[in-house]
């Protein structure tokens, strides 16, 4: 197969993921419809200084590249791909990071002790209106890791045949970073 190939088949792959993360993540928001308040243009977890995967930088270059090319980032201390209003310029294209935030989050991790370790969190702007978080069944929160991890291996069988990473360290790649005008 052909690096050409190989990008198409990856990306129509991510695609997929994307598509089965939206309906996960628009099932949960519909569950939490008294308490999201996410909406076109807000902006509160649209944090600066975020990276992507390659192939995720791959689909950006390629689904925008007259944005990438004659369009300048948002100024510092916001997602470089905000617009004026604060709505998201690359919405349909949008990283897998960017596609679960506002919903109630569960994170494991180990501990110091080795034991396995549960934290939850939320956008503040969605605390309010519905349980306490803790007090939330398991299937009501966004497991954090387990689309990141599908993500990563169709990441790293894309460019498997590379030597070197294409962008940044450990084939992660600034969002800001992606802009090409001055």
């Known amino acids: ?9 990856a990306l129509v792959a991510l695609g997929k993921l994307h598509d089965e993360i939206d309906r996960e993540a628009r099932a949960l928001a519909d ?6 308040r996410c909406r076109r243009g807000c902006s509160a977890c649209c944090v600066d200084g975020l990276t992507v995967t390659r192939i995720e930088a791959l689909r950006i270059r390629r689904a925008y590249p007259a944005l990438l090319k004659s369009e300048s980032p948002h100024p510092e201390g916001s997602c470089a791909f905000l617009d004026s209003d604060g709505a998201c310029r690359i919405y349909d ?3 897998t990071v960017c596609r679960s935030q506002g919903l109630p989050l569960r994170v494991l991790f180990e501990n110091e002790t080795l034991e396995i370790e549960e934290r939850r969190d939320i956008c503040p702007l969605n605390l309010e209106g519905g349980p306490a ?8 929160c966004w497991l954090v890791g387990t689309y ?22 450990n084939g992660r790649v600034a969002l800001r970073g992606l802009f090409l005008a001055d």
């Open 1 to 9: 197969m052909s690096s050409a190939d190989s990008d198409e088949a």
């Open 93 to 95: 294209h949008r990283p």
């Open 148 to 169: 990141e991890l599908r993500l990563n291996q169709l990441d790293e069988r894309a460019f498997e045949e590379s030597t070197e990473p294409e962008d940044g360290e």
């Open 133 to 140: 978080l803790e007090s939330l069944d398991e299937e009501d």
């Open 31 to 36: 569950r939490h419809g008294s308490r999201i």
